[in-house]
């Protein structure tokens, strides 16, 4: 069923979510003088986000690329 | 269109990730509030505040972030569909 591959991207989705709340969460916040979050963690977080998004973008390009050459280079040799 | 099946997964999904979101909340605030020296078993009154202020940030910063990513998705989506029109 094709739901089930829904739900299961929607899995991977919110896992990734998580992960990336708590690295940011981890590398940005790092006093605890107040309850709320301030202008330069807000900030620290959206670019934390940000880059995570592109770095896993990008592995995931280069990562097709080289499947790409082992296949090429798996068929030639053939 | 959603069945009854698929809604049933999504809501077990919730709190799975509910309880995943908990444990890393926890594990977090631990690390940032909790000195390892362990000289004593009670929760002294810095560790006490720091705990409570690290979830309140830890949950704000969550929420925020899951806010941009929806907008980013919904963004996405926006996008594609224009494409697909064209």
Do not use: P, W
């Not at chain 1, 986000?49 to 296949?71: C, G, I, W």
């Not at chain 2, 999904?13 to 940032?32: G, P």
Request: proline share 0%; charged share 25%; aromatic share 6%.
């Amino acid at each position: 069923m094709a739901s089930e591959q829904n739900i299961q991207t929607f899995r991977d989705f919110l896992t990734q979510y998580n992960l990336v709340a708590e690295q940011c969460f981890t590398s940005c916040v790092n006093e605890f003088g107040s309850r709320t979050v301030n202008a330069k963690e807000e900030s620290c977080a959206n670019n934390c986000l940000d880059k995570f998004l592109k770095m896993t973008q990008r592995v995931s390009q280069r990562f097709q690329e080289h499947q790409l050459l082992n296949a090429q280079a798996n068929g030639a040799a053939m | 269109m959603a069945t009854d099946a698929q809604m049933q997964q999504v809501a077990e999904l919730e709190v799975e990730m509910m309880s995943d979101m908990y444990r890393r909340m926890t594990n977090a605030c631990q690390a940032k509030c909790i000195a390892t020296a362990f000289k004593e078993s009670e929760l002294t009154k810095g560790e006490a505040v720091c705990l409570d202020r690290c979830v309140a940030k830890y949950l704000d910063v969550h929420e925020k972030l899951g806010k941009r990513l929806t907008n980013m998705s919904q963004g996405d989506e926006a996008a594609l569909q224009k494409i697909a029109q064209q």
